[in-house]
């Protein structure tokens, strides 16, 4: 194997996207553009070349108080990563990236790759790493959008989305990044009821919606991503009553989302969710990717209605120092503290 280059040759790496039929818009190089542009993150993306089978690892690194350098493969917060490769990633290929991975002098890497691609990532991980075991919600476009909304959409969707067009629910969609401010600002005022939800003090939610999802990040998405980054937006008399935004490459990804608590009784949601799915299967998409669902058994049921399948998974972390063990410690004790609800 010839020594990994980095960052990966951007020839190469859209090459290589547009050969992967698992390849989702995270890991594509206008995406690592996007999150790289306020300077947070630093493009330390990897080529690998095999035998002269070309993969490449999308990989960001975020710096710890300006020195610690941590890499990954993707940040949660930036969405879905892993290996591209031709075909798919094979167990072999794989081997070659945790092999890779653990020559590095790097104090964290992680990788938190495609939830259909788990084979092909668990019996490559060294028995160093800690498995942060994970569950993700995958829909099946094949047979075309008729076949899945009668097929694969549950009733409950489909009633769902028949009740907000009756009840003179208005969508549009956007590529242009005007909708993006707004959009961010149903996600904030959802904060408030995600924190009553798992009994966490507002003030802390808040922090940690501005620090993972900020408003600058969403607006380089937009840019770089053109109409690749599609943002949707349901109105109730002129109210927003649900927003989406979703990353529409080779396959699509229901990247973030959130509703009006009030207007929910319209179903907004479900219709935006029932257009975009249509969308995905006109541009050819061969999945739809629902996002990781934590262990949250309202949000399985509620991605399950629409035909999206549960698929368990897992993200690995490479550590120089006990940074995992560390986390859950403190997480474990400030959950017990606030009474924290998953």
Known sequence: MSPAISPAPRDAWREVLQADPYALET???????????????????????????????????????????CDAANPLQCGAGGLLAPGGPTAADTATVFRDLAERHVVLQTV????????????????????????????????GFDHVWRKRFKGSARTGARKAERNGVEVECDTTGRLVPEMHQMLEHAVVRWARQQHEPLWLAVRRQKSRDPLERFEAMARHLGDRCRVWLARVEGRPAACMLV???????????????????????????????????????????????????????????FGAQPYRYAEYRLERLPISRVERAVKSVVKRAIRFRD
């Open 27 to 69: 890991q594509s190089p206008d995406w690592t553009d996007a999150m790289c542009d306020g300077g947070a993150y630093e493009d330390v993306s990897r080529c690998y070349d095999v035998g002269g089978r070309v993969t490449i690892l999308p990989m960001l690194r975020r710096r710890v108080a300006g020195l610690v350098a």
């Open 112 to 143: 938190w790759p495609n939830p259909l691609l788990a084979p092909q990532w668990a019996p490559s991980a060294p028995a160093s790493a800690t498995v942060v075991p994970r569950l993700g919600h995958m829909l099946d476009l094949d047979g």
């Open 247 to 305: 990353l529409l490459g080779a396959n699509a990804y229901d990247f973030r989302a959130a509703m009006t608590e009030d207007l929910r009784h319209y179903r907004a949601q479900d219709l935006i969710e029932r257009l975009s799915v249509e969308e995905a299967c006109k541009a050819g998409c061969r999945y739809y990717y629902m996002g990781d669902s934590g262990w949250s058994p309202s949000l399985s049921h509620y991605k399950e209605q």
